[in-house]
């Protein structure tokens, strides 16, 4: 790639505007960017609270203790050990192409506009399924913090839609205003997560350290290697949001470096609590009442309130809901990017691509995000429906890291994509590790999609169970047609600037 053809990929995210004036910190036209502003710091934390620890781990806590009767411990480190390999051909490809979008450009620039729109659909999508999802799911602590009890349906979107709205005026009044909000919102669940597990291993530990590795088979799950299998696409939602970092590369300083560094730190981060709390909580508790309180709609708090005292719930319940919030309003900022993204390259009306003159933010972007995560919401009336929403949500984001270390490997191999322009050189290794992604990424994909009726609610239809591959398949149709007739009109649009008469007829019957 020549010095050209590289500044031609940051074109998007140069200093200036298209009339020549400087918009990095001045005043900016209405479209095409955002303003620097984020150290590595707040990338890091970006990417921590869209993972999130707390949430990760109420999203696996309770199901891999029924699914699997125990022992998922190791699935989880393998797991995550293998996302890191996922991590590091984003990182390899951020430190080259730091740009808004992040792995929907990365398509476009090393294979195509068409690989592009495919790339773009499925992880807008997903991603705004994984807002819709942590909307819900939040909007049940935050009314559980306010007013006591638990929400169903008709209530539980409503709060919900509560819960996005404030996440919602987090991003829109000021870039930093979200900096701080999300960095008090780390802090709050770092400290006050990490210090209950503490506080549980030290004091209330009563199984040794072998006891995370036994139980395995004993569960919902027929035999022990479909256990270990369940419990691996199941450790699967619990490390997912750590490409956010390179959707924002572009409001980022010094973003070839300090995106790699942000993808891996937030990652690695999170992994890490995410396996000692798991740990400490597997620890100080007897195994029949982690088996019997996994079976609750809220597996962690029993086991503290039993342990530590029921003085110490409440605390821990504002602790789950900071976490959410912080998470809501990450995912809110992660998803935007996307659509800002795609609405600059066209495949978005170009509405979304505009952003304020004072604060250089998406504002529309993320007033558009919110709305379709908000209709989203409206299937929360359905306990299935939510169900399969929160099902694609994880399943379409490793669609994509498939997409992605398939789009790095084969422009690797093909010489579209040279790693070593970029500011992250791996050298042989690259290739190596890019393989083991792509081969991981495929099988968790496939893992996450098989259908299991023990892993699914109880009496779920078969939609449930087969709700991935469902909504993979209806997505890539319809942006399979969306792509062909696209072209067509492209096509025609060009025969009818450029061919006269017989000879448009003539190539338009041979070409469509």
């Keep these: 790639m020549t010095a050209v053809e590289k500044k031609d990929l940051f074109s998007a995210a140069d200093s200036s505007s298209a009339d020549g004036t400087e918009t990095e910190y001045g005043n900016t036209r209405e479209t095409g960017q955002l303003r620097r502003c984020m150290s590595v710091w707040n990338c890091c934390t970006l990417g921590f609270s869209v993972v999130s620890p707390v949430v990760g781990l109420y999203a696996i806590f309770g199901v891999e203790n029924q699914v699997t009767g125990g022992g998922w411990i190791a699935a989880l480190i393998l797991s995550l050990f293998m996302q890191l390999t996922v991590a590091t051909v984003y990182a390899e490809l951020s430190s080259q192409f730091p740009?808004?979008?992040?792995?929907?450009?990365?398509?476009?620039?090393?294979?195509?506009?068409?690989?592009?729109?495919?790339?773009?659909i499925i992880y807008v999508s997903s991603v705004i399924a994984m807002l819709t999802t942590t909307a819900?799911?939040?909007?049940?602590?935050?009314?559980?913090?306010?007013?006591?009890?638990?929400?169903?349906?008709?209530?539980?979107?409503?709060?919900?839609?509560v819960f996005l709205l404030i996440c919602t005026l987090v991003n829109i009044v000021n870039q930093r205003i979200y900096k701080i909000i999300n960095l008090l919102g780390v802090s709050a669940e770092v400290l006050g997560s990490i210090c209950v597990a503490l506080i549980l291993f030290f004091f209330f530990r009563i199984n040794p350290v072998s006891e995370l590795f036994q139980h395995l088979g004993t569960g919902l799950a027929p035999t022990s290697i479909t256990a270990f299998l369940a419990a691996l696409a199941i450790a699967g939602w619990a490390f997912i949001g750590f490409?956010?970092?390179?959707?924002?590369?572009?409001?980022?300083?010094?973003?070839?470096?300090?995106?790699?560094?942000?993808?891996?730190?937030?990652?690695?981060?999170?992994?890490?609590?995410?396996l000692f709390n798991s740990s400490a909580l597997m620890l100080s508790v007897?195994?029949?009442?982690?088996?019997?309180?996994?079976?609750t709609s809220d597996?962690?708090?029993?086991?503290?309130?039993?342990?530590?005292?029921?003085?110490?719930?409440?605390?821990?319940?504002i602790i789950v809901m900071t976490a959410f919030l912080s998470c809501g309003s990450s995912v809110v900022n992660y998803a935007a990017r996307i659509v800002f993204s795609m609405a600059r390259e066209g495949n978005l009306p170009t509405f979304f691509s505009h952003v304020t003159r004072k604060t250089q933010l998406p504002r529309n972007a993320i007033a558009g995000t919110v709305l379709m995560a908000s209709l989203g919401l409206l299937f929360g009336l359905n306990d299935g429906a939510v169900a399969t929403i929160i099902a694609f949500g994880t399943g379409g984001l490793y669609a994509m890291f498939s997409m992605t270390t398939g789009v790095g490997l084969y422009a690797r191999l093909t010489g579209r994509w040279n790693p070593a322009l970029g500011a992250l050189r791996l050298g042989k290794w690259g290739l190596a590790i890019n393989i083991v992604a792509f081969v991981w990424a495929l099988?968790?994909?496939?893992?996450?999609?098989?259908?299991?009726?023990?892993?699914?609610?109880?009496?779920?239809?078969?939609?449930?169970?087969?709700?991935?591959?469902?909504?993979?398949?209806?997505?890539?149709?319809?942006?399979?047609?969306?792509?062909?007739?696209?072209?067509?009109?492209?096509?025609?649009?060009?025969?009818?600037?450029?061919?006269?008469?017989?000879?448009?007829?003539?190539?338009?019957?041979?070409?469509?």
């Design 99 to 120: 740009i808004a979008g992040g792995a929907y450009k990365w398509s476009i620039h090393l294979i195509g506009p068409k690989t592009g729109q495919y790339a773009g």
């Design 299 to 317: 597996p962690i708090s029993p086991i503290i309130a039993s342990t530590i005292g029921v003085w110490a719930a409440k605390p821990f319940l």
């Design 443 to 512: 099988f968790e994909l496939i893992n996450i999609g098989w259908p299991r009726d023990y892993i699914a609610a109880p009496g779920a239809s078969w939609w449930q169970l087969w709700a991935v591959p469902l909504v993979l398949g209806t997505l890539l149709i319809l942006t399979t047609l969306h792509v062909q007739t696209g072209y067509k009109r492209a096509i025609k649009k060009v025969l009818d600037i450029t061919a006269p008469g017989d000879i448009r007829k003539q190539v338009d019957k041979n070409t469509l």
């Design 136 to 161: 819900y799911t939040g909007g049940m602590w935050l009314s559980a913090v306010v007013m006591g009890g638990d929400t169903q349906g008709a209530s539980a979107v409503i709060w919900g839609g």
């Design 286 to 295: 007897s195994h029949a009442m982690l088996i019997e309180s996994s079976a």
């Design 243 to 274: 490409d956010s970092c390179s959707t924002i590369a572009e409001e980022a300083h010094n973003p070839e470096r300090i995106i790699p560094r942000a993808i891996f730190l937030s990652l690695l981060a999170v992994g890490s609590v995410v």
